[in-house]
């Protein structure tokens, strides 16, 4: 190994100035850029501001860099012992002291302007809820890799032991799982939840489309004025048009975005972990070892279940920082190779079909109630006026007595002695496998209206979320909630 | 429809786990209930000087008397906090046990949470402005299930919540 002395306070590589100038302007244009679109659009109106404007800007500027220099010179970090110590704020002073047990996992990460750059971002992350920063922006790669291994070699002893010694071995016994192609990724991106995209497509453009209003007032009410009136003229046949052209445009908003976030991924398996690559701009990458899993999680949609592809995410204890980074995604794979992680990750366990558990079909009027009957009340007012929309309140019902009837079908558990499957869906289907002594808190909820039909439900919160088993026989969840208290204590095993 | 449970368990047979259900659990504090209803009239208090304040003053734009209606709306709701919150307070209650705490409230959704010692990261005591004056803290029990599932037993005596504390603490050390 190289030899990197980590003992000392030291800087992060230089060019970490020049990355934090770069985010905070970023920052800085994101907060005002409807203004300086306001500001370019409308030039004529600032002609006589124009010098104030400009001081403005210049001093914003100097403020930057004043910021970015001080940042940058004040913010320490070395190792000492057996904690990781990071020393940043020049107005308000931090000493950041994370001992190694407490660190959960360390990962680095590179974006278009760190690559360019040759530099890689670490981010450590810390169990437990107490929220702290931990990320340096600039590291060289060989420096980022030492830190790493550093920080990785002590914090979780047992399990790098094992790597260490085997260290040539575990070359040898890393095992590609999973490789995507392009076209696999086009293939898996046909067959996401459209439905779904079109929704964030309207939202986000109902979104961009009253932001930008404001500004472009005039022009925009020319154009919607003659939308409006095309739309009133236009015959069915247009409008089937326009439906499957947005349908279409939210078919290539998904294999943008599948490919875009997993271009030539990669899934390993090594002695102790599991690890993945994939992305187009940014290039991730994510570690979990074995022992770090909370949950596997796997879906499936009516697409994707006709080429019987699933979707997996594997889920270690949760990130301060982006939920995203403590869960691996895997967006398509086949049977087999589920299996054979389930194989990996959950011991060996029988789930006898007597303990398989269906819930109480009273489930059925909740999930009613709040997409069907709330939904419809609260917007009636709309229609009183305009009994032609009123078909779109009938349509909705129709929909959600048919997805609250599936919601109930697929909502189902299975136990055996360490581990539980909780499925749920509606159109598609999602599973849910953990251990039981992964398990952290066990809570029994039961509404009056649950008492009066002799219902409750059991909520298991884990380090990487929470379930509910909604609507089970109260002798049942009493019985389930002892259960799995029993199995927390009774075990020696460590959770991480 | 949902067959009847027997948890079959080869090293232990589940009928002789301690059950939950037969705890003995331990009121917290009367004192805490004035704390919890002086809260709400705290409230109310300032809800109605503000409103009347503007009232008597009629520099307002609109009727006055929608001042009067808007109050006696919000006074019917307070009342009917008030009848909850005593109705709720029966609820309440904690049992401290060898390897766990548990805790229950909630009337119109009742809930029981149970707690594992060797799952609790920290433990921690606050006490509010009003719970000191009645000599009342809240222990706060963190895992690391998130926020939504760390609970806080408010209203217990402090030097009995500082007990508790101490004895949660000595046994999570044990855990380590």
């Known amino acids: ?496 | 429809m949902i067959e009847k449970l027997e948890f079959e368990n080869k090293e232990i047979d589940i009928q002789e786990l301690p059950k939950i259900e037969d705890l003995q659990f331990n009121k917290v504090e009367k004192k805490f209930l004035l704390v919890l209803l002086l809260r709400i009239v705290m409230f109310a208090l300032v809800f109605n000087g503000i409103g009347l304040f503007f009232y008597f003053s009629g520099k307002m734009g609109f009727p006055s008397e929608g001042i009067l209606y808007t109050l006696l709306g919000i006074n019917i709701l307070v009342i009917l906090r008030l009848l909850m919150t005593i109705m709720a307070f029966k609820i309440r209650a904690y049992a401290l046990r060898e390897r766990d705490i548990s805790y229950q409230r909630g009337l119109i959704t009742f809930k029981q949470t149970t707690v594992s010692v060797n799952r609790i990261q920290h433990v921690e005591l606050t006490q509010s402005v009003l719970m000191k004056l009645f000599n009342l803290s809240s222990i706060k029990i963190y895992t690391a299930g998130g926020n939504q599932s760390d609970i806080s037993i408010a209203g217990i005596k402090k030097e009995k919540a500082e007990e508790i504390k101490s004895l949660l603490s000595k046994k999570i050390g044990q855990h380590e």
């Open chain 1, 1 to 496: 190994m190289n030899k990197i002395d980590l003992t000392t306070p030291m800087r992060q590589s230089p060019k970490g100035l020049l990355l934090i100038l770069v985010m905070s302007l970023q920052k800085m244009i994101r907060a005002f850029w409807p203004m300086l679109i306001i500001y370019f659009w409308k030039n004529e109106q600032f002609v006589e501001y124009q010098l104030e404007i400009f001081a403005g800007i210049g001093i914003l500027v100097v403020l930057l860099v004043a910021h970015a220099i001080l940042y940058y010179l004040n913010f320490k970090f070395h190792v000492e012992k057996d904690s990781f110590i990071l020393r940043k704020g020049y107005l308000r002073k931090q000493e950041l002291n994370i001992p190694f047990e407490r660190i959960q996992s360390v990962n680095y990460k590179a974006n278009v302007l760190q690559r360019l750059l040759k530099v890689v971002s670490l981010e450590i992350d810390t169990a437990g809820s107490v929220k702290k920063e931990l990320k340096i922006m600039a590291l060289e790669m060989d420096f980022a890799e030492a830190l790493k291994n550093a920080l990785n070699n002590t914090a979780s002893s047992e399990e790098t032991k094992e790597l260490t010694e085997d260290a040539p071995i575990k070359k040898e016994s890393s095992k590609k799982l999973i490789k995507l192609q392009l076209g696999e990724l086009i293939k898996i991106g046909l067959l996401q939840n459209h439905l779904q995209m079109a929704l964030i497509i309207l939202a986000f453009g109902w979104q961009f489309y009253n932001e930008l209003a404001d500004t472009f007032k005039e022009e925009v009410s020319q154009v919607s004025g003659q939308v409006n009136e095309q739309v009133l003229q236009s015959s069915l046949l247009v409008i089937i048009f326009m439906c499957l052209l947005f349908l279409a445009i939210s078919v290539v908003a998904s294999v943008i975005k599948i490919i875009v976030k997993f271009f030539e991924f990669e899934f390993t398996k090594t002695e102790a972990s599991f690890q993945m690559q994939a992305g187009l701009l940014n290039r991730k990458n994510l570690i979990i070892p074995f022992k770090k899993i909370q949950e596997l999680s796997w879906g499936t949609n009516p697409l994707k279940k006709a080429f019987s592809l699933f979707s997996i995410k594997i889920k270690q204890a949760n990130s301060q920082f982006d939920k995203n980074k403590s869960i691996m995604e895997i967006p398509g794979c086949e049977k087999h190779t589920l299996n054979q992680l389930q194989e990996v990750i959950f011991s060996e366990d029988e789930f006898l079909i007597d303990r398989q558990y269906k819930i109480s079909r009273k489930f059925f009027w909740r999930i009613l109630l709040a997409m069907g009957c709330l939904p419809v009340l609260i917007s009636l007012p709309l229609y009183i006026f305009n009994v032609v929309h009123f078909t779109i309140p009938v349509v909705w019902f129709a929909f959600s007595i048919c997805a609250s009837w599936l919601a109930v079908e697929k909502r189902s558990f299975r136990m055996s002695e360490n581990q539980l499957i909780i499925s749920k869906g509606m159109f598609g289907q999602d599973w849910k496998q953990l251990e039981l002594y992964k398990i952290q808190v066990v809570d029994f909820r039961q509404s009056i209206f649950q008492k009066r039909s002799g219902l409750a439900s059991i909520q298991i919160y884990t380090a990487s979320g929470s379930t509910t088993i909604p609507f089970i026989a109260e002798n049942l969840a009493k019985e389930l909630h002892k259960y799995l208290v029993y199995k927390i204590q009774a075990t020696e095993k460590s959770w991480m």
